[in-house]
């Protein structure tokens, strides 16, 4: 296949995967997803004692069981190390031809962003490590294959798998499918600016957050896992909505996801970011989101048959070593364990008693869909704090999320769908994409994300490999020729991917392994970085692959299979 320039930038960032390359490009995201639905590795996961009975439960607890395989086999990394840097100014001239870049400097995290106030407050060079390098010097934040994930353990620091916000977001979507056989109509994937998370259209909705994932509840419950999970959402412009229709971007006028599939998306999320109902449990649950409140509250309890009032606070801040909330079903026994010196006789002065709302709720439907029934509650928090109205706000604010998606008014181009279902089985549903290849370019894009050189051209891989893999060249800056080539023979010989599939250069040299074929390639990245005029050949017979250059022989046992003559 003959790629133009165009493309061929497109088709090596299918291979590096960096976040801003699928900012850039974002039929990327989808591509990683059927990669790893492609892969071996999340098929056994079928077989694994973990899932033995999932078959038998519902969708909801299938989700549940993933969830927790995932939190036991991988870490959220977020090391800056792992993949090196690259330089701002080089990026951006990399993708003038394709994007605005004023577009992309006011909404990617690695070029300025300061949309979400929390990052934007904290220094977010500071907050991700940046700040110890030039002001222009910025990450190669890659997403991981689940290959590239499971091989962490191999890293040095990790005990086991580990990938960034978008590996995870892209796994979860296709183990979803494989192993909870979740249709992949139900699975919306988002990115934002700083992060990527899925939706997922089960029960009253899930949402995937890095290892975790999030129901509805859990969503309003006020603890830290509600402000990591609204965050993203309540501050950031949604850039990318990816599902099997297709996709829609922000920054571009065309769209391929299926139109009504992507106003199906945006009633079920809008419908999920909302409290049905503010009851009594939802007012705790603010509070404990905006704690700075609680001291405009006290709690009344019965004590040996008197009342007794405790400060908000204090309730609050007992849940810590309780296995009790404050919530309506447990506040009795989290205020029993609470010694009594905490309590007063009589009530604390320009306090609200928290529990007299208890009933006022349960009586009066306080609906965040319409705004205007907070003012009764206002109005009833007004004659005891003047607070009043800050309270009811900022409840209104946390009861009821708009998150900003990509707008409608798009040209919408029609898209062949990927309709795969789990009973094909991982032969037939690769078999079924060859077939797609020539239909959508997701699905060839696939191919070179699942690393298939086999199938692929040699180009896309060739040029991301000497471009874009700074980890080998940097970490063997030390070392001459002759202790390289000692390096790589002393190396172990097995590859991370099956068949005649392929490890980037970086993931030979971080995850310290590779077959002959894969440390080759390595070490030709680091001979070109040093001597770029000097040609270097790369031959493989399927059995041996031998390096030739001026400075260097070497001839490594390969078992990929891969018949290629590269020249360099």
Request: aromatic share 10%; glycine share 4%; charged share 25%.
């Amino acid at each position: 296949m003959e790629l133009n320039e165009r493309e061929l930038e497109k088709y090596s960032s299918a291979v590096t995967l960096s976040d801003m390359e699928i900012f850039v490009f974002p039929e990327l995201l989808y591509s990683l997803v059927l990669a790893n639905i492609m892969s071996p590795i999340v098929w056994a996961w079928r077989d694994d004692p973990w899932f033995s009975k999932v078959s038998n439960k519902n969708a909801y607890r299938k989700v549940m069981r993933l969830k927790q395989f995932i939190m036991n086999n991988f870490e959220f990394n977020l090391d800056l190390d792992t993949w090196g840097l690259t330089n701002s100014d080089e990026e951006l001239r990399r993708f003038e031809p394709f994007i605005d870049l004023d577009i992309v400097k006011s909404s990617n995290a690695l070029f300025g962003y300061g949309g979400d106030k929390y990052y934007f407050d904290l220094d977010i060079r500071r907050h991700f490590g940046l700040d110890k390098y030039t002001t222009s010097a910025i990450p190669y934040w890659k997403t991981e294959t689940v290959e590239a994930m499971s091989a962490f353990h191999l890293k040095e620091g990790y005990q086991r798998g580990a990938g960034e916000c978008v590996s995870l977001s892209t796994l979860y979507a296709a183990a979803l499918f494989v192993v909870c056989e979740i249709p992949l109509d139900d699975i919306f994937l988002m990115a934002t600016p700083l992060h990527s998370q899925n939706y997922i259209c089960v029960a009253d909705g899930i949402l995937t957050n890095n290892r975790r994932i999030v129901t509805k509840n859990m969503l309003f419950n006020g603890t830290e896992l509600t402000a990591k999970s609204q965050r993203a959402l309540r501050n950031e412009q949604v850039t990318i909505v990816s599902h099997h229709t297709g996709h829609i971007h922000v920054a571009y006028q065309e769209a391929t996801i299926a139109p009504a599939s992507y106003d199906r998306f945006q009633q079920e999320i809008s419908d999920y970011l909302v409290v049905d109902k503010i009851d009594y449990d939802i007012l705790i649950n603010f509070l404990r989101f905006h704690s700075e409140l609680q001291s405009c509250f006290q709690i009344e309890h019965s004590c040996h048959g008197k009342p007794r009032y405790v400060a908000a606070e204090k309730v609050f801040a007992c849940e810590h070593a309780s296995s009790y909330r404050a919530n309506s079903e447990t506040s009795f026994h989290l205020l029993e364990e609470m010694d009594q010196y905490e309590f007063f006789s009589d009530p604390i002065d320009s306090r609200i008693i928290l529990n007299q709302f208890e009933s006022f709720l349960k009586e009066r439907h306080v609906d965040p869909h319409k705004p205007e029934t907070l003012q009764e509650f206002a109005t009833a928090l007004n004659c005891r704090n003047e607070k009043a109205k800050e309270i009811a706000a900022k409840l209104l604010s946390f009861c009821h999320l708009e998150p900003r998606l990509p707008e409608t008014k798009k040209r919408f181009v029609k898209s062949p769908p990927i309709e795969i279902a789990p009973q094909m089985g991982r032969t037939g549903i690769i078999e079924y994409l060859r077939t797609m290849r020539k239909e959508t370019p997701i699905a060839d894009l696939a191919f070179y994300a699942y690393r298939d050189m086999a199938s692929c051209s040699w180009k896309p891989f060739m040029k991301a490999a000497l471009e874009r893999n700074p980890v080998c060249r940097d970490a063997s800056a030390k070392m001459n020729n002759a202790e390289l080539t000692a390096h790589f023979k002393n190396m172990p010989s097995e590859s991370i991917y099956d068949g005649g599939r392929l490890a980037q250069p970086d993931e030979v040299w971080n995850f310290k392994t590779g077959d002959g074929l894969e440390k080759a390639i390595c070490f030709a990245c680091i001979l070109k970085d040093r001597n770029p005029d000097i040609p270097i050949s790369i031959n493989s017979d399927g059995k041996t692959a031998q390096l030739k250059s001026k400075q260097v022989q070497i001839e490594l046992p390969t078992e990929k299979g891969l018949r290629v003559e590269l020249s360099i």
